[in-house]
Every structure is written in C-alpha cells, then in structure tokens.
C-alpha cells in the first residue's frame, strides 16, 4: 500500500544544468561530457524514477552513472539516500526500505512502483553521520540545505565557470559531495574519477583537464607528500582546500608557503555533515599567520560559543553553529523520513574559543568522538560492539589511530577486524593492546589517557634519525621532510640505510624508503622475529652462489642472472620516481658513478699488478667489443645505465614511461629477447649481451602492483628462462627462475636480527665481491678453497666500505645546493581537450 508522498521542489543547482548549455560539465579518463548532454542523461533517468516521489537508495562512486543517478532524482524531487557500495548497503536497505536501489553503474532495481514511506516535502538526501560504518542513524537534508551551502561555498572560494574541480574524496563523503554541487551550481567542470593521488595516471588526467582544484583530508596531504607533490608542474591550478580533520599547523603553513611560491591558495574549511558540509573557512591570506584557525562563518552562517564549566574562559566553549545549511534533523529509522525540522541550529560537540580578529580555533572535543580519515568514530559504540562479543574493551584514540585496550586474552588480529569492520577505517591505523585490567582513575572511571599510551611508545629522535641519513647518504641539510629516494638513495644504500633503521625502529614500513624521515617511528611492540626485504636475500645468497661456483667449492650457478633481475627492480624503485626528467637523470648518473669509478680503480690495480688484465678491462669494454668478460655483469650494468640516462634525456619517452610504468619495461623486453633468442644468427655475442632481457624483465616486477601482472611477469619468466642455459642446466634455469619468482611474488621474508646483519654485509657489498673476488681466491684456493671463499666475502666488505669513502671524496654535494626535497617537477604540459567521439642500481 502507497503512502502519502507530499510534493517537493527540486534542487535548483540540479534541476539547472542545461542553462550552462555547451560549457564542459564533466571530464573522464574517457572523454568529456558537456552540460547540455548531462542534463539530458539526468532527464533520462528522472522519466524512469518516476513522477511520484520515492526513496532512492544509490551506491555513490565517483562515476557518471552514479553522479546521473544523483542529479535525477534531486532534480525531479526523490529523497536521495546516498551511501557507499560496501557491507553497510545491506543494512541499511533493512533499516530504511528504499523503493528503488541505484547501483554505481546506473542500474536502478525497483522495489515497488510508488513509496512506501511518508516522505517530508522538505527531505532532499540522507547521508551518514559516520561515514562507512553502516550505523543506521542518518542526516536528513533539505533542497535548501544542499542549495545554500553549496551557494556559500562557490561564494568565499570564488568558483569561476572555467573552474575544474578533481573527485579526490568519494561523493558519499558530505565534502566530497560539496566539491560536486558547489562546482554544478557555478557551471564548472568536475574531473570526475576515483584513481588516487598516488597514482601517476590522476595527474595525467589533471594536467590534461587543466585541473585548477585539489580537496583533501589530512590523509591526502600525507600522501602528497610521498608523490613529491611540491615539486610538481600545475600550471592551472588555483587553491586546495583541506577539510575531514584537523591538519597539523605546522603542514598547514608549509603548504601555504608552497602555494604562495606556487601561485595557488590553500583554504583551511571547518564543518560536518550535519552542517550539510561547511560550517567555517579560513581565508587564504591569513592561514600563514593563523594555521591553527578554522577561521570564520561561512557566508550566510553565523557561531556563537555556548559556555562550559568545564572550559573556563569568556572566549572559549562549545560552538554552536546556526544557518540555512543546518541539517532538518537526524533520522534512525523509516518512520523519521516523515520528520520536518527538528534542530534549528547545530551544537558540534567541538570546543572553540574567539582569537583576536574574529577567529575560531577548535582547542578540543566535548564528547569522545574522534575524526579519522574524514570519518566520525564513536569509540564508545565500538567498546559496546566488543562486549556484545563478550570482551572488556576501552578503546580512545587521536588524529593519528585508533587505540584499543582488551582484557580476557582475546585474539589481537580477531579484535582488530572487529573494529575495522565496525568503523569503516584501515586495520593499519587501529592498534589493539591486550591488558590484564582495563585501566581506571582513582576515581574508578576508566583512564583514556592510560590507554592512549599504550600506543605511543616513546618515539625515537627525528634528529637521530636526520643524522643517520645524513652519515650514510654522506649529505648535508637533510631535514625531516626529506626521504631515502628525495635523497638520492639507491640499491648500493639502501641495504645498509635499512638494517640501521631497523636497528633504531623495529620492523620497518615497505614503502620506508618513500616516505618522510618525520613519518618514519617505532611500533608500539618489538618482537626478536624480524623481516627482511627479498631483494635484500637475493642479492646475498646470489653473491655466495656465484663466489662458490667460481672457487668450486660447489657448482650452483644462475646467482649473476638473478642479481641482473634484482638490479632492473631496484632501477624501477629507487630511479623512477615521481621526481622530474632532469632529477631522474641525475640520479642515474649518480649511480653510474659509484659503480664505475670503484670498479676502474680496481682494475688499474690489478692491471698493475698482473700480466691478466688490458686497457679494454679496464675502461669495462670487453663486452661491448664482443669478448667474453670475467667482469661481464658489471660492463652490462655499465652499459645499462648509460642507455638508461640516454632515454631519460627525451622527454616525450620519460612521459611515455610515467604514463605506463608497467607496460613501459614490456615493450623493451621483445627487444632484448630479440638478442636472447638470437633471432639474427649472431651466435657468438658475449654474455653479458644475451643476458639483457632479465633487466627489464626485474623492472616491470617492480611496477606489477596487480595480480594479473604479477602473474604475467612470472608466465614471462617461466618462459624465457628454460632453454637459454643449453642443455643439462635445469638446475639453474630453477634457480633463476625461483628467484625471480620470488622476487615478484613475496615482498619481506622471516628473518633474525643476526640474520639480517650478515646478509645486509654481503648484499651491501655485493657488487664489490664479485669485483675483487677474481683476485683473491687464487691466493688461497690451493690451501682452502673455504677460506679463499670467506676471503673473498670479507675482501669485497671491505672494498664496498672503501669504495664509499672513495665516490664521497669525488663527489661530495651539500644537500642546499640541490632542490629540497630533491624531486624535481614534471615539465608543464599544454593541452587541448576533445569531446568524446560518442558523444641499483645493481649489485
């Protein structure tokens, strides 16, 4: 049976879109669509939701089918109950009954030809309060609410029509959603696509727009930091506005520092979904002097501070906000779909207090609720969660994780899926803590502060931390915003930069060597068990392999051919960066250097000394004149590296490769093959020469972030290697191709500290003992072929530590004569944008 469904007016910024006629609405990976072409599809799919006013439940993702879905319904009136495609859909269509379901492709499953709701007039769309928790309470908002905000927000951010805004947050997120209306209401375009910031192909498709808006919660400017955003080329773009949390002051003025050498503003907003998205902004001009501000009432809105005896102070209280954008009210089942307004002005929760100049700063929070990755937690219903599941739980946290206490000895990893599923965030910031007691004040109330410490362990020193890079980089004015990549760091450091701060930290991140020194800090557990990186154990068994061999020892070759893999995969971590072309090439050059100049001096000595070794070693050329070489995976290194800063001084194949990193090294690889397979009947090329394709082939192991191209690389691998050693070598071709295998597939293996200390030496020095070993076990091979072994591991140890002194004194740098962080920016581009057609170095 119907229910009344009274009539509603539409939202004006949806039901308008055709007056801006031909201007671009929308730009995709795909193509563009205009806004005359995105009212018709809105038309369209508003004659199939019907006359009669029904509520629409839509999976929102940054799609077009899913931004249609939106634009219809509030255009033609149906309450819009916008929710993300996850675990919480299924409980909410329990709670709420909505009559047509919209999935993100457009699909709508109709549930019922006409409402079975009494729907208020006024009702325009429900969001949650919690973000991706599946809680059932929900914030019901008015075509009014969403009308004035979003006219507010164009307002004080000066939205141009010619503007062009990139989805960097979900549209189920209230300020994500605000970027989209408030861009429709003015006409500009939205970059619409759910790639993340960390992906080279989303500013690929902001340059190509001619982006000129970023939005980001604290997470993303943390991410921006990772992808060298400083130091990026954006030539259109105009602010950034950072809202979902509070960003540090101190990152709040180095970004306005940044924008102001760059040209762009960044705007600092305030606000809630119950506000329908912005409560508060701080104008640009002042966030430099006032990075703790949330700054002032957003155009039409107005603050006042509600007193509280708790915080003493005239100036400071709960701010209270009132304005058309105030929500009608909350809804926690069907029957409030029937509610008019209900709250008339929006009491936060946040503590506030006036600054000179008419400036709010948020100084703490009334109740427990904590932000986090733009989501609203309750720790007080997760701790009701977990004692429905029989455990005692206190559970607090800040703008940095999620701390859970647990008595009972509850499996950690059980508790932590339990309030990762409950609340929607990653399990990596939730840190669960198993205690005997759940700690109390003396007054017997719990104590959240105790539990707050049980995961802030005391942090190590960042100074230490900058002294340690700066002693084995051998640079000067590291700072804590610098990486190990920033800094130049490659295969030859990175062994030894990650035992040491493994040594000072515990078990390290995977991407450490990404991100910034300041980031960088000590888990909350120390465990005797370590981890240790496969290329890491590759490279030292690997070299013991090939020392062996040569002694006789034993005979277990194919450790060369593995390291030649290890070298292609460490060149596409440490020399491909987001960093600029020039930047790139450097460090290329840099690393060309510090095995070259090393290996030469060696042979000068042992040309000296010997009647074994010509000019033609010497320079590294055997190879390259067709000879068979002792030294050839060093000359191939050499050779390699040159070519590689070769192509990098063309710019049209450095974008080519940051476009597809993946299939950049796929289309070398058939060249190198063509030599592996000897398809020109050149049968008597050197080694070193037919070994190239495992090059290329250990770099796009390194870009295969999927499983289907992992799996492709390792079908690769399975298929090249056997046969390439001739007859009666199948242990090899296992061994290479295990190693390889490995490398692709299992990134940190189990490991001891002592353990990680002794291949740390040989994988450190690799490079150097299969340099210096040709000259030392002769020595001893007839004594003890053992020790002419051990020799040679120590020997090359001990090169590898004078080596370093070596390239240091040649080329010694301070950091400030190079760009800080060293990422150089990607070179500006110009575009023209069509409407669719349709419409290690090694060692």
């Not at 240790?532 to 450790?559: D, K, Y």
């Amino acid at each position: 049976m119907s229910r009344p469904h009274l009539k509603s007016q539409p939202v004006p910024f949806a039901r308008d879109l055709g007056e801006h006629a031909d201007r671009t609405a929308v730009v995709t990976a795909d193509g563009t669509l205009s806004y005359r072409e995105l009212a018709a599809l809105a038309a369209s799919t508003a004659e199939r939701l019907g006359t009669g006013r029904r509520l629409v439940l839509l999976a929102g993702a940054n799609t077009v089918d899913a931004l249609v879905v939106y634009l219809a319904a509030l255009a033609a009136g149906h309450p819009v109950l916008l929710v993300p495609h996850d675990r919480s859909l299924s409980s909410l269509i329990d709670v709420y009954d909505p009559d047509v379901v919209a999935l993100p492709d457009g699909t709508l499953l109709e549930r019922r030809p006409s409402s079975a709701h009494t729907l208020h007039p006024d009702l325009a769309l429900l969001l949650s309060t919690s973000g991706s928790t599946g809680a059932p309470k929900l914030v019901r908002l008015s075509h009014e609410n969403l009308q004035a905000n979003a006219a507010s927000i164009a307002e004080y951010l000066d939205i141009r029509d010619g503007d062009r805004a990139a989805t960097t947050l979900p549209m189920y997120y209230c300020y994500g959603l605000s970027v989209i209306n408030s861009h429709l209401l003015r006409g500009a375009g939205l970059i619409l696509t759910d790639l993340s910031v960390t992906d080279d192909r989303f500013w690929t498709l902001f340059r190509d727009a001619r982006g000129t808006a970023l939005a980001g919660v604290p997470y993303t400017f943390g991410l921006l930091d990772r992808v060298g955003f400083a130091d990026m080329r954006l030539p259109h773009l105009r602010y950034i506005t950072q809202a979902g949390g509070r960003l540090a002051p101190d990152h709040v003025a180095r970004y306005a520092d940044l924008g102001r050498r760059r040209g762009w503003d960044l705007v600092v907003m305030y606000g809630q979904t119950e506000a329908t998205a912005r409560m508060a902004y701080l104008p640009p001009d002042l966030v430099a002097s006032h990075p703790q501000a949330i700054g002032v009432p957003v155009p039409g809105g107005s603050i006042r501070l509600e007193p509280l005896p708790d915080w003493p102070g005239a100036d400071t209280g709960e701010l209270v906000y009132s304005g058309p954008n105030v929500m009608l009210g909350y809804a926690e089942n069907r029957a409030d779909l029937a509610l008019g307004r209900t709250v008339h002005e929006l009491r936060t929760g946040d503590v506030a207090r006036l600054l000179p100049g008419g400036l709010y700063e948020v100084v703490g929070r009334r109740s427990r609720f904590l932000k986090l990755y733009g989501l609203r937690i309750d720790p007080q219903g997760i701790e009701a969660m977990l004692a429905r599941h029989g455990m005692a739980a206190l559970c607090t946290g800040d703008d940095e994780g999620l701390i859970v206490a647990v008595t009972g000895g509850a499996d950690t990893r059980h508790v932590g899926r339990l309030v990762a599923a409950e609340c929607g965030l990653p399990a990596k910031v939730i840190g669960v803590h198993p205690v005997s007691e759940l700690p109390v004040l003396p007054t017997g109330k719990p104590d959240y502060r105790a539990v707050l410490g049980l995961g802030r362990p005391e942090p190590v020193p960042a100074t230490d931390l900058v002294r340690l890079y700066e002693q084995i980089l051998d640079q000067t004015g590291v700072t804590e915003d610098h990486s190990f990549v920033d800094l130049a760091g490659d295969s030859l450091s990175y062994v030894e930069m990650s035992l040491k701060l493994e040594d000072a930290l515990g078990t390290l991140p995977p991407d450490w060597h990404t991100r910034p020194i300041r980031d960088l800090r000590r888990p909350a557990g120390r465990s005797r068990w370590r981890t240790l990186e496969t290329g890491i154990v590759l490279r030292a068994a690997a070299i013991v392999l090939i020392a062996g061999s040569h002694i006789s020892i034993f005979t277990v070759r194919g450790g060369a051919h593995i390291l030649l893999a290890v070298a292609g995969f460490n060149f596409a971590r440490f020399h491909l960066t987001s960093s600029g072309r020039g930047e790139r090439r450097r460090h290329v050059l840099g690393a060309l250097h510090r095995i070259a100049v090393p290996s030469v001096i060696w042979l000068v000595l042992a040309a000296l000394l010997t009647a074994d070794y010509h000019l033609v070693d010497v320079l590294l050329l055997k190879s390259a004149f067709g000879y068979n070489s002792n030294y050839w995976f060093i000359e191939i290194i050499v050779y390699i590296l040159l070519a590689m800063a070769a192509w990098l001084s063309v710019p049209a194949l450095d974008r080519a490769e940051r476009r597809a990193p993946f299939g950049f090294p796929l289309v070398l690889l058939p060249a190198a093959l063509v030599v592996r397979y000897d398809f020109f009947g050149l049968s008597d090329l050197p080694d070193a020469i037919t070994a190239l394709w495992m090059f290329p082939l250990g770099w796009a192991a390194a870009k295969a972030a999927t499983a289907a191209r992992r799996s492709l690389v390792t079908a690769t691998a399975l298929a090249t290697v056997p046969g390439y050693f001739g007859s009666g070598e199948t242990l090899r071709e296992i061994i290479v191709v295990g190693g390889v295998t490995l490398l692709i597939w299992i990134p940190m293996l189990p490991s001891t500290a002592l353990i990680n200390r002794l291949a740390g030496l040989l994988a450190g020095a690799s490079l150097y003992i299969y340099l210096v070993h040709w000259q030392i076990y002769p020595l001893l091979d007839g004594h003890s072929r053992l020790l002419a072994l051990l020799a040679s591991l120590a020997g090359g140890v001990a090169y590898a530590s004078a080596a370093a002194r070596i390239t240091r004194a040649a080329s010694k740098t301070p950091l400030r004569n190079r760009r800080s962080p060293a990422r150089a920016g990607l070179a500006p581009r110009r575009y023209t944008l069509k409407p669719p057609t349709t419409d290690s170095t090694p060692s």
